[in-house]
């Protein structure tokens, strides 16, 4: 293939505390990558993990320009590093999941007439009328329960795969239009974080994908429509209109923005493709099978499986799929994830990883008895309140252990949650079962093999080829590559 012909992608993924870009070829091979990580290079935000801690109880923001400002960072890099962006053929991405965006009422006519010459962030500094309430904000309690009272508990679970959950934009919504009613009037259009990064790249409001989407407490799964008895609930008949119409994950939103041709050298017909959810890119991504599990270890942790059916289970989500290959996707959010354990880690270990893995490795399996329960921040499944509890062997309570035993309670507990919750949606190991694991701390060796150790299941890690073993079970453990099902039995 000439230099000429060559088509490339590029990708986005808008999470929590980064903006990372990645330019890929046909044959799925990273020619590129660039990433803008938020508290780093974006100081004048004032961020902390990416968010900003609001004056409400439980509050957790983002201010939507610090996302924009960090696309037009992460596009000089990509230029700096000598992208071709006349090659690209679509774009898409991803956005950590739950957040949403309130537009004002002239943002699409900012959109629609962007001047190559200038930053988006200087253009589109008015564009939004309040900051971003995101998935860690825990301050609508009262919320989800009149939304429960107005539906019904069981009845909400079975129209939207879930039952009313602080983070879920839904009740987010309702207490922006009960208690900030100004805003919610001024707001032309609300986005989730994934339509809204879709909608800067497309140049017009993009819609939000059905797959986000039936995270809200506001889809009917089934119908694929939004819900009239949950709109109401939460907002007023000028609800539906604010959220406009979903559409499947793989819709292709239109070209992409003239503001894109113009400043980096896009080509006029380049597509731009309805960007979803991180987690529900993540279940795609994974290519998962029966008997599998995706772990995707990021800020929060997230279990997920292919479902066949809309049938929630009693502590975790159902969500439209993203791909026909997975009509439904189970899904369980563990709040407590990296943050948790880097904070850990800085505590017992200083601010080295190795240092910590050391600590892992002073110790074995089962952990003399010690477990732990590690909830720096309030936890979603379950729900319980921040706290710090550890047992030794003999069940009693302990107020503090060796480090080394600190260390591996915390990654133990986190683990055998993990299983739990996973068994209680379904899971059940046989010998082509296996752990797919994703995000951030995958590249931790020490941590997979304690997963591995928990599930006594393999854990592979995803790559563009395929999923390659990181850390292996006590039984027979399989190597997968690109298109490779040969089989080896490995001994601990």
């Known amino acids: 293939m000439t230099e000429d012909s060559r088509k490339t992608f590029l990708g986005f993924d808008f999470s929590t505390q980064r903006l990372k870009a990645i330019v890929i070829g046909e044959d799925f091979s990273v020619l590129h990558e660039a990433d803008v990580e938020f508290d780093v290079d974006l100081p004048e935000f004032r961020t902390a993990g990416g968010v900003v801690r609001g004056t409400d109880r439980g509050e957790v923001i983002a201010p939507p320009l ?29 956005g950590q999941q739950h957040g949403s965006v309130w537009w004002s009422k002239d943002a699409e006519a900012k959109l629609g007439k962007l001047s190559a010459d200038e ?23 009262a919320d989800c329960k009149a939304l429960e009272e107005a539906i019904g508990a069981e009845e909400l679970s079975k129209i939207t795969g879930s039952r009313a959950y602080e983070r879920f934009t839904g009740p ?82 239109g070209p992409i923005s003239s503001y894109f041709v113009g400043r980096y050298g896009f080509k006029p017909e380049c597509k731009v493709v309805a960007f979803t959810g991180d987690n529900c890119s993540a279940l795609a991504g994974l290519r998962l099978r029966s008997g599998w599990v995706g772990l ?17 289970p009693a502590a975790g989500h159902v969500l439209v799929g993203p791909t026909p290959e997975a009509p439904y996707m189970a899904l369980l959010c563990f709040a407590n994830g990296s943050l948790t354990r880097q904070n850990h880690r800085d505590r017992l270990a200083g601010h080295s990883w190795e240092a910590f893995n050391e600590l892992l490795r002073a110790t074995v399996r089962g952990n003399m008895g010690y477990l732990g329960i590690y909830y720096d921040t309030a936890e979603i499944v379950p729900r319980a309140a921040a706290g710090r509890w550890m047992w030794d062997a003999a069940g009693r309570a302990a107020a503090r252990a060796a480090p080394q035993f600190e260390a591996r309670a915390l990654l133990e507990g986190q683990a055998l949650a993990r299983r739990a919750h996973a068994e209680d949606m379904g899971f059940t190991l046989d010998k082509s079962s296996r752990v797919i694991a994703t995000g951030g701390a995958s590249v931790n060796k020490e941590l997979l093999q304690i997963f591995s150790d928990v599930f006594n299941t393999p854990v592979y890690v995803q790559y563009s080829n395929g999923h390659r073993l990181y850390s292996g079970s006590a039984r027979e453990r399989s190597v997968v590559g690109s298109g490779d099902t040969r089989r080896r039995s490995v001994e601990r």
């Not at 930053?119 to 309690?141: G, R």
Request: glycine residues 6%.
């Open 119 to 141: 930053f988006l962030h200087t253009q589109l500094a008015t564009a939004f009328v309040c900051d971003s309430p995101v998935w860690m904000d825990s301050s609508t309690t």
């Open 296 to 312: 995707s270890l990021g800020t929060s942790d997230t279990l997920l499986l292919g479902l066949p059916g809309p049938h929630a």
């Open 172 to 253: 987010q919504i309702r207490k922006i239009f009960h208690k900030r009613p100004r805003v919610y009037q001024a707001t032309a259009r609300i986005s989730l974080v994934s339509s809204f990064a879709c909608s800067l790249l497309a140049g017009k409001i993009a819609p939000i994908d059905l797959s986000d989407g039936s995270g809200m407490n506001l889809l009917d799964i089934t119908s694929m429509k939004w819900d009239e008895k949950c709109l109401q609930a939460c907002g007023d008949e000028s609800l539906a209109t604010k959220l406009g119409t979903p559409v499947p994950s793989a819709t292709v939103v």
């Open 66 to 94: 610090l996302w924009v400002k960090a696309l037009d960072m992460v596009m000089d890099r990509l230029v700096v590093a000598g992208v071709d962006f006349s090659t690209i053929e679509a774009v898409s991405g991803a």
